[in-house]
């Protein structure tokens, strides 16, 4: 089955700059989609279509997209970040409409 | 505004099935796909299937199929997500979410949630 790989963990210091990759072989074909879950809460969309930002997302969230890796980059990176981050796409090779979650990234401020 | 309100914790033994429900508000219920995705304590979120509110039309995650049901009913806005031959690993929050609009080919994402159901299985 159709996997994204995303690293475990990523350490970042306030007003830094974190980068969270997510990797997948579909992914020149298909957008990518990233959310953020913190404790306790349901996840909210904060970069659909590889890198547009829904409205209400500060301006520091952005995403790019290079071959078969998407990229979530938070600069300035505050407290309130502290969280996970999971990047999604179609499952092609699924049932229909499928769809597919990295494993999740946990970003920690430091 | 988009609203998706689901049913409340449930705590079911081995063997028994759960019924969540998810009932939408906020947009023309049948225009758009819904989703069920489930997260088990301290994992990623897992995908479960999805149903189009206009025909009643599901699809489910192999993972799932055989044991899980979606259904709608368009009279109250509601969708519903049962799963059978409950076990220790179904343990989860259980969300809905709001997919593409069922008229056009747009891509599956998710920018309006539930508030999650958890789901506890224990003898």
């Known amino acids: 089955s159709y996997e994204l790989t995303q690293p475990p963990s990523v350490s970042v210091s306030p007003g830094q700059t974190a980068r969270i990759t997510c990797s997948g072989d579909a992914l020149p074909k298909q957008y990518a989609y990233w959310y953020q879950q913190k404790p306790g809460q349901a996840p909210v969309l904060v970069i659909y279509k590889d890198s547009e930002r829904p409205s209400g997302i500060p301006e520091r969230f952005s995403g790019s997209s290079s071959g078969t890796t998407v990229t979530l980059t938070i600069s300035g990176v505050q407290a309130e970040d502290e969280a996970d981050y999971y990047c999604q796409s179609a499952d092609s090779s699924g049932t229909y409409r499928s769809v597919v979650f990295g494993g999740g990234t946990k970003l920690t401020v430091l | 505004q988009v609203q998706l309100v689901q049913s409340g914790a449930e705590v079911k033994k081995p063997g028994a099935s759960v019924k969540v429900s998810c009932k939408a508000s906020?947009?023309?219920?049948?225009?758009?796909?819904m989703h069920w995705v489930r997260q088990a304590p301290g994992q990623g979120l897992e995908w479960m299937g999805i149903i189009n509110p206009s025909g009643g039309s599901t699809s489910y995650a192999q993972k799932f199929q055989g044991r899980v049901t979606m259904t709608r009913d368009t009279s109250t806005s509601t969708v519903y997500m049962e799963l059978s031959s409950l076990r220790s690993e179904d343990t989860a929050v259980y969300y809905c979410?709001?997919?593409?609009?069922?008229?056009?080919?747009?891509?599956?994402?998710?920018?309006?949630w539930g508030q999650g159901t958890l789901v506890t299985v224990s003898s």
């Open positions: 979410a709001r997919g593409g609009s069922s008229s056009s080919a747009t891509p599956e994402y998710f920018q309006h």
């Open positions: 906020g947009y023309t219920f049948t225009s758009y796909y």
